[in-house]
């Protein structure tokens, strides 16, 4: 066991893919705007190899597509056959003489083929008939997204002066290990997770809260193959256009009323038929890349995409009035002034401590005022003091300083000439943690114990300890 810290693990589209059964990814493959979104997110080789033998509906030769690379990047071909086998888009076969090859998935092809060049069946949502008498501008969608998916945070925060968030998203935040119910408590708590969620971007939660969704979709009643495919439709989609519910299944309609209450869309009242796609909504396919609501449009001049300024002499002023925002910088900064649209903090050894004591790790904190400074600071860079970042990590690297692990304890030998033997054989195989002559004591790694047990058995005297 270590007192590093774990980061919370946010995994990008392919990462999670990889994690899916090989018959669902099969079945995803079936739908031209999944195949489109996979390949869109693949590396640029990777998708040259996929080009390249797009139509070509028979096996390729290793050894020919070998030759597509210079030598000095077999490592970068053998990352791309990894990442294209895992994902199922190609297989090894044996071809004709014995040689190997590589073929392509039939149904990506067929599908990826369809959402490149047209024809197949129509696989975009399609807008409704009629005109939307009450449309919605783009301004108004963000507002809307951003206040939806700010009440989870508000929630987690404790912040209690927004509306309840729905029990569809308490049982997320539960499932993700993001906030737990204490024994004897009816109250949910923030865990160490939980903070770390909070300083993650926005893009990066949203796809962090999806991913905890759809692995309760099973549970939930939902196809997970439906409500990925949907997802991934919504990522082509237009900002600022609304979309037909009418051929929507049971089921897609209870997904879009989830989205809806986590912002990802916008639906005026259900029997309208209609809905809008947000912000959050179209890069979603994209993972966790960037910041989506720092590309909003700003409802307040108080609300601009950068709002924080560091003075090397660890002063912070935070010029807001959001609520939620002073919450998120009290998580490491000592408050001291707050006005009307200026919140003024300090940044201590102890707050960090205690940032970090609570699941915050360093990097998270440094990224946080970079990634929220005031545009202001990039007239002269750094946006933030070296000095700040530099100090913000030595106080983490203090914690650090030990780290823990089991290990298995021997002492009591009969003889140094034992003590030195075994001493030395834990040492040729690279599992001894610690030893000391002075009472002939030694510490073995958990894992190495049982070989260093074998060889004790088989030397010493006795047989035993």
């Not at 501008?137 to 927004?162: K, N, P, T």
């Not at 099973?218 to 989609?237: H, K, P």
């Not at 401590?353 to 400074?373: C, E, P």
């Not at 002559?437 to 049982?450: A, I, L, Q």
């Amino acid at each position: 066991m270590s007192v590093e810290q774990r980061t919370l693990d946010c995994k990008d589209l392919h990462s999670y893919l990889k994690t899916l059964p090989a018959s669902v990814l099969d079945r995803l493959y079936n739908h031209p705007a999944t195949c489109l979104a996979v390949f869109r997110e693949l590396p640029e080789l990777s998708r040259l190899y996929i080009m390249r033998i797009l139509f070509v509906d028979q096996a390729v030769p290793k050894a020919i597509m070998g030759s597509w690379v210079s030598p000095n990047s077999a490592k970068e071909l053998e990352d791309i056959v990894k990442l294209l086998t895992e994902l199922r888009l190609w297989q090894e076969v044996e071809m004709q003489g014995g040689l190997k090859g590589w073929l392509l998935n039939p149904t990506f092809r067929r599908n990826l083929k369809g959402a490149l060049l047209g024809g197949g069946n129509e696989w975009s949502m399609k807008p409704p008939t009629d005109v939307d008498p009450k449309a919605r501008g783009i301004a108004i969608l963000d507002e809307y997204a951003m206040g939806r998916w700010e009440c989870v945070l508000h929630f987690m925060v404790g912040s209690h002066q927004h509306e309840v968030i729905s029990s569809d998203a308490l049982q997320i935040l539960q499932h993700a290990g993001l906030m737990k119910k204490e024994p004897g408590e009816n109250q949910l708590t923030i865990t160490k997770d939980g903070f770390q969620f909070l300083l993650m971007d926005t893009s990066a939660q949203v796809w962090y809260f999806l991913l905890q969704y759809l692995d309760t979709a099973t549970a939930r009643g939902l196809d997970l193959i439906e409500c990925l495919g949907f997802l991934f439709q919504l990522s082509f989609s237009t900002l600022g256009q609304d979309y037909s519910t009418d051929s929507m299944s049971d089921g897609l309609q209870k997904f879009l009323q989830h989205l809806r209450e986590f912002g990802l869309v916008y639906q005026r009242k259900r029997k309208d038929g209609r809905f809008y796609p947000t912000r959050l909504a179209l890069d979603i396919a994209s993972g966790p890349k960037k910041s989506m609501l720092s590309t909003m449009t700003s409802t307040s001049p108080n609300q601009s995409t950068g709002y924080i300024v560091v003075e090397t002499n660890y002063r912070v002023y935070a010029y807001t009035d959001s609520s939620l925002q002073v919450a998120l910088i009290a998580l490491f900064c000592e408050l001291i002034y707050r006005f009307p649209n200026l919140v003024v903090g300090i940044i201590t050894r102890e707050s960090i401590r205690q940032a970090l004591r609570s699941g915050i790790t360093a990097d998270q904190i440094v990224s946080f005022l970079r990634q929220h400074a005031h545009p202001e600071c990039y007239k002269e860079p750094p946006v933030l003091p070296s000095t700040i970042a530099d100090q913000i990590k030595l106080w983490a690297i203090e914690r650090d300083r030990f780290v823990y692990r089991d290990g298995v304890l021997y002492n009591q030998f009969e003889s140094q000439a034992d003590f030195e033997m075994l001493k030395n054989y834990a040492q040729e195989k690279a599992v001894l943690v610690w030893h000391t002559s002075n009472g002939r004591k030694m510490v073995v790694t958990k894992e190495g114990h049982e070989e260093v047990r074998k060889f004790w058995k088989r030397h010493s005297r006795n047989g035993s300890m």
